[in-house]
């Protein structure tokens, strides 16, 4: 059974920092590559960043790069995502997320329950 669980959430203040831990079971996972998702209040998904099956190469999206570093530990089936300079707008749930293949050109196929981020004063 595929098992994606997060961990590290909680809450900070603006300008702190954040790292989320996605530790992973079931399947191999030096053999996929990796994503964060996340969702804030009343909107929808938002790719966060992804990285290649053995964090060769990294990806963020626009608001997220230089204060966000995506890793993975294959030895230890766990992926990484490191917040710093948090914003309140980064206030969200965080997935973790399965890809079908080594690199994320291959779609999304398993999520984990998230965990949520709070930026707040």
């Known amino acids: 059974e595929v098992q994606l669980v997060e961990s590290g959430g909680g809450l900070v203040q603006p300008g702190g920092s954040l790292r989320l831990s996605c530790t992973v079971s079931?399947?191999?996972?030096?053999?996929?590559?990796m994503s964060w998702v996340r969702q804030a209040p009343g909107k929808g998904l938002e790719w966060v960043s992804s990285?290649?099956?053995?964090?060769?190469?990294?990806y963020y999206g626009e608001s997220m790069k230089g204060r966000f570093t995506i890793s993975r530990d294959n030895a230890k089936y766990t992926l990484y995502l490191q917040m710093n300079s948090l914003k309140s707008e980064d206030t969200a749930v965080y997935y973790c997320?399965?890809?079908?293949?080594?690199?994320?050109?291959?779609?999304?196929?398993?999520w984990g329950q998230g965990t949520q981020v709070t930026v707040s004063s």
């Open positions: 997320v399965k890809h079908f293949g080594k690199t994320r050109a291959h779609g999304m196929d398993y």
């Open positions: 079931g399947f191999t996972f030096d053999d996929y590559a």
């Open positions: 990285t290649t099956w053995n964090g060769a190469a990294t």
